[in-house]
């Protein structure tokens, strides 16, 4: 049964197939309204989320299908013991696809090695969010038409933000990409991901703790959040989490065609006051998701057989 755990999970071909789907969906969504007719897609969040649940039951509404949905590990038999995979294989007796997430790295991988039914990882831990990737790809596909040759730079909690993990892994796979990771000392990029998906690959990167003096020479500023539950201790958090604040005043040493992006959600690394700037594209990425999730949930239903 094939799942989706990491963005490695889908080749290169099925990334660019997937934002063909969408974009077909956003042309004539009227089309797709029906194709999940009486399938039922399981949301299972065992950690706070917004945009992520939300877009995955609305992506699964608008292809005709409906949805079960745990929210919290408290309000679940999670809160009695149960097991990922003990959870995994009676969740697959009620429903034809799951999106789980969950704050432990590998739970996912857990969920798909045990149910029946595909598994998409919504989020594990500090590891990874392959589906966060898909709508970051979708939207720097749609802002700048091409993926070749960006200069990206990846700004905030590179430690533990998962997203930036899972868009590494995808964004090195075009050619003639250049990476410039710019971030506290200790929330550099973990060395699993720099060697993996750059150093053993010959990718060129940079490692900076300076926003200002990198923003000049970038195609897309990613922006993230500094992880404060991944923390061990409260203080540190404190000191960090101002590290970056991106203001109008930084972004004018930016360049004109800047994509400034964002998973979200945002604390204080974006002011406010730069949203109403063109190339702010945080909320946009916010609607690609849901197209993308729609996109890789027929794949995976009609993979399975299920469509
Ligand atoms: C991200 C996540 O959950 O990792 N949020 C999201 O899914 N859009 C980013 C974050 O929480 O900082």
């Known amino acids: 049964m094939r799942s989706v755990i990491d963005v490695p999970d889908l080749s290169l071909e099925e990334l660019d197939q997937l934002m063909d789907t969408a974009e077909d969906i956003i042309s004539h969504p009227d089309s797709y309204q029906d194709a999940c007719r009486r399938k039922k897609l399981a949301t299972l969040f065992f950690e706070p989320s917004t945009r992520t649940r939300l877009s995955f039951e609305a992506a699964m509404y608008e292809l005709g299908g409906n949805v079960l949905s745990v929210t919290g590990a408290n309000t679940s038999s999670a809160a009695k013991g149960e097991s990922v995979a003990d959870t995994a294989k009676t969740v697959s007796c009620y429903a034809d696809i799951i999106a789980m997430r969950h704050p432990k790295e590998g739970a996912a991988l857990v969920a798909a090695n045990n149910a029946t039914v595909p598994v998409i990882n919504a989020g594990d831990g500090g590891h990874c969010h392959p589906t966060q990737t898909l709508a970051d790809l979708l939207t720097i596909r749609r802002e700048k038409g091409h993926f070749s040759g960006l200069t990206v730079g990846l700004c905030g909690d590179l430690k533990f933000g998962r997203t930036v993990h899972s868009l ?84 004018r040493l930016a360049r004109p065609d800047l994509c400034v992006m964002h998973p979200l959600p945002r604390v204080n690394e974006i002011s406010v006051a730069v949203d109403k700037d063109p190339r702010a594209c945080y909320f946009k990425q916010v609607l690609n998701g849901k197209y993308m999730r729609m996109a890789l949930i027929l794949m995976l239903l009609r993979e399975a057989g299920t469509l």
């Open 168 to 251: 590494i892994h995808a964004l090195c796979r075009y050619d003639n990409m250049h990476f410039v990771l710019i971030s506290p000392e200790e929330l550099k990029v973990p060395s699993y991901v720099k060697n993996d998906a750059l150093k053993n690959k010959g990718i060129p990167y940079e490692q900076t703790t300076s926003l200002e003096e990198a923003i000049g020479s970038l195609d897309i500023l990613y922006m993230t959040r500094v992880q404060r539950e991944r923390f061990f201790n409260e203080e540190d958090y404190l000191r960090l989490r101002d590290s970056y604040i991106l203001t109008p005043e930084k972004l």
